[in-house]
């Protein structure tokens, strides 16, 4: 049997965790908000009640789209022009309605 030495702390049920649990982050876009895809996407997943899988060139890449749900997290329910469409927020970016970058 192996004895815990100094440099190897027993660890045991009582222990705090070494880490802190992080808190959820705010989301980023709200319904409504208008955004256009930053990122370069192998596939589309709709957002239907059974989603499918669709080529990505549905969406153009200046196309702006409308967030019209909140999905779980980070997830978000994107109409586009030739459909609604589940995004990741971290492949979004805010914009105006024409498409153009808002900042």
């Known amino acids: 049997m192996v004895q815990p030495t100094n440099d190897q702390p027993n660890h045991g049920p009582t222990d705090p965790p070494s880490e802190a649990v992080a808190e959820p982050e705010a989301p980023a876009?709200?319904?409504g908000d208008w955004v256009r895809i930053t990122t370069r996407l192998t596939y589309l997943k709709t957002?239907?009640?059974m989603p499918m899988l669709?080529?990505?060139d549905l969406v153009?890449?200046?196309e702006a789209g409308q967030v019209m749900a909140l999905r779980a997290i980070n997830l978000l329910a994107v109409r586009f022009r030739r459909g609604t469409f589940?995004?990741?927020a971290d492949q979004l970016s805010a914009c105006t309605p024409e498409g153009r970058p808002r900042g």
């Open 54 to 56: 669709r080529p990505p």
């Open 47 to 49: 957002a239907d009640p």
């Open 29 to 31: 876009f709200s319904v």
């Open 86 to 88: 589940l995004l990741g």
């Open 60 to 62: 153009d890449g200046d």
